[in-house]
C-alpha cells in the first residue's frame, strides 16, 4: 500500500502539502495562543473564502482554466487584507477584537458562499474549500504552499526573540524599543499567509485546528516557549501526514481526520498528565502523613 501511495503522483503532491503545513502553522498558532488570540485564524479564515469566490471570477473574467486557478491568490490577498484591517481595528478602533472577529465571520463566509455561486462554483467545489481536499492540490499549490511556507518558518523562527516579547507583554516590548505596531501587523500577515498555506488541507472552517491544537497539546508537556513550538510542530507534521495516509486508504475528509486525531491526542494527553499530577500529589500527601507521625 505504502509503495502505490508513494507512487500516486496526487499523494505525491498531498504530502508534500501535508509536511508543510504541519511544520508552518503550529509556529503562528504558538505566538496566537500566547496573545489569547487563538481565534483569529478562524476570523481570517473565513474571509479567505471570499478571496476564493474573487479568484474564480477573475479566472472567468481572464479566460483563465481551470476556473479555480487564481483561487489560492485571491486567498492570500483576501487574508492578508482581512488580517491587516482586524489589526488596524483592534489597535486603533472602537471596535473591540471580538466583534471584528465575528464580523470577519459572519462577512467572509457569506461573501465567499454567495460569490462562488456568481461564479459558477458548485457545491463540490465550495465543500473542498471550507473542508479541505487533497484531490484537488495541484503542482501550483505545492509552489504556492513551498513559498509561503518557507515565508512562515523564517519569520516565526527567525524573529522568535522580539515576538514572544510582544506576545509576552505588549507594554515591556514597547519599553524595550520594540515598534510593536510593525510587530502586531507582521503577526497578523503571517497568520493570513498559514490561512492561505493550511485551507487546500483542513479547509476554510478547521483551518484554525491546525494552528492551535498542536500548541495545546504541547503546552500539556512542556512549560518552555522554544520547546512548545518545537513540540507543536512535531505533532502538527505527524498527524497532517497521518491524517493522509488514513484517508488514502478508508474514504474520508483529510481535513476533518487531521483535526478529530488532534483533539483525540488533546484529550488522552489531558488525562495522562491529570492522572499523574494526581500520584504526585498522593505520593506528597503520605511524604507529609509520615512526616508528621514521626
Not at 93 to 107: K, P, Q
Request: charged share 10%; hydrophobic share 55%.
Amino acid at each position: 500500500m505504502i509503495l502505490d501511495m508513494l507512487s500516486s503522483p496526487l499523494m505525491q503532491r498531498g504530502l508534500i502539502v501535508a509536511v508543510l503545513v504541519g511544520l508552518s502553522a503550529p509556529v503562528v498558532g504558538t505566538y496566537l495562543v500566547q496573545r489569547g488570540m487563538a481565534l483569529m485564524g478562524d476570523g481570517i479564515g473565513h474571509i479567505s473564502l471570499t478571496g476564493v469566490a474573487i479568484g474564480w471570477l477573475a479566472a472567468g473574467w481572464f479566460g483563465i482554466s481551470p476556473n479555480d486557478a487564481l483561487a489560492i491568490p485571491g486567498a492570500i490577498v483576501a487574508s492578508l487584507t482581512g488580517a491587516i484591517l482586524i489589526e488596524v481595528i483592534r489597535t486603533y478602533g472602537r471596535t473591540s477584537g471580538d466583534v471584528a472577529l465575528a464580523m470577519l465571520f459572519y462577512g467572509g463566509i457569506a461573501g465567499g458562499v454567495l460569490l462562488i455561486r456568481i461564479a459558477g462554483g458548485t457545491t463540490t467545489n465550495l465543500t473542498s474549500y471550507l473542508f479541505g481536499s487533497i484531490a484537488t492540490v495541484s503542482t501550483s499549490d505545492v509552489y504556492y504552499t513551498a513559498v509561503l511556507a518557507t515565508l512562515i518558518l523564517l519569520v516565526g523562527i527567525g524573529l522568535r526573540g522580539p515576538l514572544f516579547s510582544l506576545s509576552n507583554d505588549d507594554e515591556f516590548a514597547r519599553t524595550s524599543g520594540l515598534s510593536a505596531r510593525v510587530l502586531n501587523i507582521l503577526v497578523a500577515v503571517v497568520a493570513a499567509l498559514t490561512v492561505s498555506v493550511s485551507m487546500r488541507v483542513v479547509g476554510v472552517l478547521l483551518v484554525s485546528a491546525i494552528m492551535i491544537v498542536p500548541v495545546a497539546i504541547a503546552q500539556l508537556i512542556s512549560h518552555s516557549f522554544v520547546w512548545t513550538m518545537r513540540i507543536a510542530q512535531l505533532i502538527g507534521m505527524v498527524v497532517c501526514v497521518g491524517g493522509l495516509v488514513l484517508t488514502y486508504k478508508v474514504p474520508s475528509s483529510p481535513g476533518a481526520t487531521i483535526v478529530v486525531a488532534l483533539i483525540g491526542i488533546y484529550a488522552v494527553t489531558a488525562l495522562i498528565r491529570a492522572g499523574a499530577g494526581l500520584r504526585l500529589r498522593r505520593g506528597a500527601e503520605r511524604n507529609t502523613q509520615c512526616l508528621t507521625h514521626v
